[in-house]
């Protein structure tokens, strides 16, 4: 039998630390870890994308999704090169992933050989906190155990790269001897909780507060019942930052729904009126959606540190995990029998959503893109996983869409690249083949390549126990939300040239690869568009034709807004249209 390699060696290490998948992208930089994965008869899959940016995007999705670290694998040059966006998605997001790259012969390297790429310094900022080059058999022990270590520690990503020369070379244990490194499989989370003179000062703070708002985020994620019990005690309304969607439900009469320009009108008064903050596990990073500074006190939660009191000036930092400090702090708190201030923002939340239903049913040429939410939100399975690309879909997911117990969702928060909505649904299916997944993505971002990774859902989705994986397509035919900032913030009009996309068949593309594919014209069709889709015996891309110029209004409109935006339309081609919209918005609001 021929001697084990050091590639044979990273399968198998990767397997001790539960590694069950990596996504990825071959080429010959990674030959000898291609030939190991195929040795290794299954025990990690190998999924194929069809760009390396999608693996990144789906191994941060893994990570999202499960907690566990995800794993991505490129060969070198391009293939490395194209990995960053996504890594940087997960990154920013905070989430665990380990990159493996291939890099040219070590006797090579330095000599301006093909493909050759300085990748210690490429990944240097995206892997800040470890990235290693690989230049000796028996290093690679530890260069495995520590990248998926601090990955999972310090939540973020790593990077291990590997000649290709080296990848063949027969695999070597570290000698007991000087200078070398013996390491070892194995992580489990601490139990982080703030000393108790902080916690009592914290619970003084809250105690004291009138008018209380919670602002949670995905690092809550393990406190629903902490934070509800919280809010019970304070007579709180909670509003939820971006990737924190999921961690409360929606029908949940207390919470305020999303924060921030995607984000509701409730939430925006619970902030601007509250006198206290409370805030756990996020990093939501907009100023002036939060209290003016000076006019709340504050009480922050976070298991990191340093991100602590850097958003508004907490009069109380908690460095600790969400859960377990909630569950500390609890018996501290006071229960408020003045509920005025919750009777005040659990109204505001009914009229809201009262305000969102009239929205979403006002006439559009020919669709009006909230009621397509709209209509999917009662609809969504039990158990689902939602994922969102950015742009004007995220608002509407952000809005419309109410989360039941148990479901799941998620997409680029602090990094907002287009991109990642397909891919997160792919890596959600991988990871719970039983749950149905739902891609909530723009056309933009589904020309970008949204279409190409379609391919690969063709290629696998015979292997999920449920098949069903929804793609809603957006189709306006612009950039909708850069449009909308254009107008808005710039006050510029719109600019075709950079706006207007090119039509495109999602739905027949979708069954000339067999998939399902859905064309949806009209409003009165959208309903049942869903129930066909969600209702497959396969997955299935719907594609709405939407109206461009309904306007994804932001909570509350400043004065400098409302002069840009009016600035714009003097000399906007769509301005008919887009005064017709906006003023149909506006009223539905002010009717509340």
């Not at 495995?144 to 244990?173: C, F, G």
């Not at 209509?375 to 950015?390: F, G, Q, W």
């Not at 034709?545 to 906007?572: C, G, N, W, Y």
Request: charged share 25%.
């Amino acid at each position: 039998m021929a001697s084990k390699t050091t590639a044979d060696f990273i399968v198998a290490r990767l397997h001790e630390w539960g590694v069950r998948r990596v996504y990825g992208y071959p080429g010959d930089g990674i030959n000898g870890i291609m030939g190991a994965l195929n040795r290794a008869d299954g025990a990690i899959d190998f999924i194929q994308v069809r760009h390396e940016e999608m693996a990144a995007f789906m191994a941060c999705a893994h990570a999202k999704f499960t907690g566990e670290v995800g794993v991505c694998l490129a060969t070198s040059g391009p293939g490395a090169i194209h990995l960053l966006n996504g890594l940087y998605d997960a990154k920013l997001d905070h989430q665990p992933v380990v990159a493996i790259v291939g890099q040219s012969s070590r006797l090579a390297m330095g000599g301006a050989y093909q493909q050759e790429v300085d990748l210690q310094s490429l990944f240097k900022d995206v892997a800040s906190e470890y990235v290693q080059t690989a230049m000796a058999p028996a290093q690679l022990r530890h260069l495995i155990d520590r990248a998926v270590r601090i990955a999972l520690a310090e939540r973020t990503v790593t990077a291990i790269i590997i000649p290709h020369d080296l990848q063949d070379e027969a695999m070597e244990e570290p000698p007991h001897a000087h200078s070398t490194i013996h390491s070892g499989v194995g992580f489990s989370s601490p139990r982080v909780i703030p000393n108790d003179a902080d916690l009592q000062r914290a619970a003084r703070v809250l105690n004291e507060g009138k008018k209380v708002a919670m602002l949670i985020g995905i690092g809550a994620a393990n406190a629903a019942e902490e934070i509800i019990e919280v809010a019970e005690l304070l007579g709180a309304g909670v509003a939820k930052a971006l990737l924190g969607k999921q961690v409360l439900p929606d029908e949940l009469p207390f919470v305020t729904g999303s924060i921030g320009l995607l984000g509701t009108k409730p939430s925006y008064i619970a902030m601007s009126e509250c006198d206290t903050l409370l805030m756990i596990g996020s990093s939501f990073p907009y100023p002036e959606f939060l209290p003016e500074e000076g006019k709340a006190r504050g009480v922050q939660i976070d298991i990191d540190g340093r991100m602590l009191s850097i958003r508004y000036p907490m009069e109380v930092n908690l460095t600790g995990d969400a859960r377990e400090t909630l569950r500390a702090l609890i018996p501290l708190l006071e229960r408020k029998s003045d509920r005025a201030w919750r009777e005040q923002l659990e109204a505001e939340i009914r009229d809201w959503w009262e305000v969102v239903d009239a929205r979403a049913m006002n006439d559009a040429n020919p669709i009006n893109p909230q009621r397509v939410f709209r209509e999917l939100s009662p609809r969504l399975p039990d158990r689902c996983i939602v994922s969102a690309d950015s742009g004007s879909t995220a608002t509407w997911y952000a809005r419309d869409l109410k989360f039941r117990k148990g479901m799941m969702g998620s997409l680029s928060g602090n990094l907002a690249t287009m991109g990642p909505g397909v891919p997160y649904a792919i890596a959600a299916k991988f990871a719970f083949p039983d749950r149905v997944a739902i891609a909530l993505v723009g056309d933009g971002a589904m020309q970008m390549n949204g279409n190409a990774e379609l391919v690969t859902i063709a290629k696998y989705w015979q292997e999920w126990s449920d098949p069903r994986l929804v793609v809603a397509v957006i189709n306006n035919h612009d950039l909708n939300m850069v449009t909308w900032e254009q107008r808005v913030m710039a006050g510029d009009p719109k600019f075709d040239a950079s706006q207007q996309l090119p039509d495109f068949p999602y739905a027949g593309y979708a069954e000339s690869i067999g998939l399902k594919g859905i064309r949806v014209d009209k409003p009165e069709r959208i309903a049942a568009a869903w129930d066909e889709a969600l209702n497959a015996d396969r997955p299935c891309v719907v594609e709405f034709l939407t109206d461009p110029e309904v306007p994804p209004l932001p909570p509350h409109i400043t004065l400098e807004q409302a002069k840009a935006f009016t600035q714009s339309m003097v000399r906007d081609p769509a301005r008919s249209a887009m005064i017709r919209q906006s003023i149909k918005e506006m009223f539905d609001s002010w009717r509340k």
